[in-house]
């Protein structure tokens, strides 16, 4: 009597998770289902719609860190539409997470950073201007430089200051001596800029 071959148990191939139904665990009620649906999604295309729905909900700290992480794994032609918005929230955890997921994309920073100095909110503008740190090194001074000529407040200026005074070049220096005069009267703002300045000239030697 021949003897029949039975398979293994293992062998049978898993179910393929869709991408809606991973978005679907994203609402689980355990948060280690909620953090592993956010790690399989971050090698799912058109996923990041899903995640960044998910941040406005989701309460776990460690989820949260997940699915920024995925967002960031999606890349910034599909993830930072979503993540543009989050400078807004007045959570810092989301805009704090927001920023380090944005900071790993910097051709979509180079593309939007423009509208970001130019926003109403002087708090997203300093945001922008943190940001401006990991873009391609050419565009990154000029851009601050543009915002100083304009600038009316002062922290939005210190804050530019100090970005400048690390990727700037000697270019700068006009820039923020007119900034200087413009806030003379301010407590700290013109003592950092002339040491940025001093810094620039140092390096231009």
Known sequence: MPLLRRGKPDE???PVETTAALAGELRHPDPERRWSAARRLGDRPGAAEHLAAALTRETEPRVVEAIFTSLARRGGEESAPHLFPLLRSDDAALRNGAIEALQTM???LAGHIEELLHDLDSDVRIFAVELTRKM????????LCRLLDRETHPNVCAAAD???AEIGSRDAIP????CRDRFATQPFLP????????TLSRAAH
């Open 12 to 14: 049978t191939p898993p």
């Open 106 to 108: 910097p051709a979509a």
């Open 136 to 143: 391609p090194a050419a565009p990154a001074p000029v851009a």
């Open 162 to 164: 100090d970005v400048l």
């Open 175 to 178: 820039h923020l001596q007119r």
């Open 191 to 198: 003592f950092a800029i002339a040491t940025a300045i001093e």
